[in-house]
């Protein structure tokens, strides 16, 4: 069965840090892309960053960059989501999705709650 596990939310103060994590089994990880969405109440989900576990190649929204970091351990078949200095803006249930042509596999969200 595929499986994507995302984990790391939790209640910070604005200029704090999260680590969300994004494990996956069931599939040839280092095919996929994994990316990171988030859906904050009231608006609809957006994606934030992107990494391609083929060639490393990464991608992040405008309203993430230079604060989030995506990164890959594929011998753990994870990926990390670094968030640094967080704004209540952040504050979402963020999703990871892993893609490879037209299969795509969702995992459950976590919740970020950023506190001003």
């Known amino acids: 069965d595929v499986q994507l596990q995302a984990s790391g939310g939790g209640l910070v103060q604005a200029g704090g840090s999260l680590r969300l994590s994004c494990a996956a089994s069931?599939?040839?990880?280092?095919?996929?892309?994994i990316g990171w969405f988030r859906q904050a109440p009231g608006k609809e989900r957006e994606g934030i960053s992107c990494?391609?576990?083929?060639?490393?190649?990464?991608y992040y929204a405008d309203s993430v960059k230079g604060r989030f970091t995506v990164s890959s351990d594929n011998a753990k078949n994870t990926v990390y989501l670094q968030m640094n200095n967080l704004k209540p803006e952040d504050t979402a249930v963020y999703y990871c999705?892993?893609?490879?042509?037209?299969?795509?596999?969702w995992g459950q969200g976590t919740l970020v709650t950023v506190s001003s």
């Open positions: 990494i391609s576990n083929s060639d490393g190649s990464t």
């Open positions: 999705n892993a893609r490879w042509g037209d299969k795509s596999f």
């Open positions: 069931g599939f040839t990880f280092d095919d996929y892309a």
